[in-house]
């Protein structure tokens, strides 16, 4: 069974820096990783996907690495606003015969504070 | 292109009641997910759906709850009867065909069963 870890669980940090968030996975038969934004009482909203052939992925101040072997993905935020306070997911697509499961991480509650 | 469209956005209802809860995907996406989310078990997915063809519905906590997908713009879950335990988040994702393509969140139905 897939199990998705998501460390820290919660981080605050001053405007300005730049941070990483971690993501870990148990079976590396991925199709793809991706990486969402929640924010408060709202769905998620679609960051960034890296395939399963892909070593990493950028948008604008985001960008997302994969280390399929290693079970590994981070997601590096440069240049931290209060705007990126969200909560931070993690998901994986599962291969084989899960048919194109996505598995959720718990997710890390970011804050960044002026 | 108007996202993936939930209805209703909050439920409230007493238990033992039946709830319908409705997601109209993106046109053109073939691929339909449920999920719930709750503080304590995060994100799960309820049941996977692949041109109107449910795929995986392990997710599914009991008989309680169903789900249709009567056509590829319509889906629904249902609830009968509901108790307190199933309040939750209840989202609806959609996808493009294939298992490469990123998924797209509803922004969800808050379900509070009394």
């Known amino acids: 069974k897939q199990e998705v870890t998501q460390i820290p669980a919660a981080l605050s940090v001053p405007e300005g820096e730049n941070l990483v968030l971690n993501c870990s996975f148990t079976?590396?038969?991925?199709?793809?990783l991706q990486w969402f934004r929640q924010d408060p009482g709202k769905g998620l909203t679609s960051l960034l996907l890296?395939?399963?052939?892909?070593r990493e992925q950028t948008s604008g101040r985001l960008n997302a690495s994969l280390d399929k072997s290693s079970g590994r993905s981070t997601l590096y935020i440069a240049a931290s606003q209060p705007g990126d306070s969200a909560t931070y997911l993690c998901a994986v697509r599962a291969g084989g015969t899960s048919y194109g499961k996505l598995t959720f991480g718990q997710g890390t509650i970011l804050t960044v504070h002026p | 292109d108007a996202g993936v469209i939930q209805s209703p956005r909050h439920e409230v209802t007493e238990m033992g009641q039946e709830v319908t809860l409705r997601c109209k995907p993106i046109s053109g996406h073939n691929s339909l997910f449920w999920y719930r989310q709750t503080m304590m078990r995060g994100l799960e997915l309820l049941i996977y759906f692949n041109n109107n063809v449910p795929i995986d519905d392990s997710g599914m906590p009991e008989d309680r709850f169903s789900a249709k997908m009567p056509n590829a713009s319509f889906s629904t879950l249902k609830i009968q009867p509901s108790e307190p335990r199933d309040s939750a988040v209840y989202f609806c994702a959609s996808s493009l065909r294939g298992y490469n393509s990123p998924l797209h969140f509803g922004n969800g139905t808050r379900l509070t069963v009394t």
């Open positions: 890296i395939q399963s052939s892909q």
């Open positions: 079976d590396s038969a991925i199709y793809n």
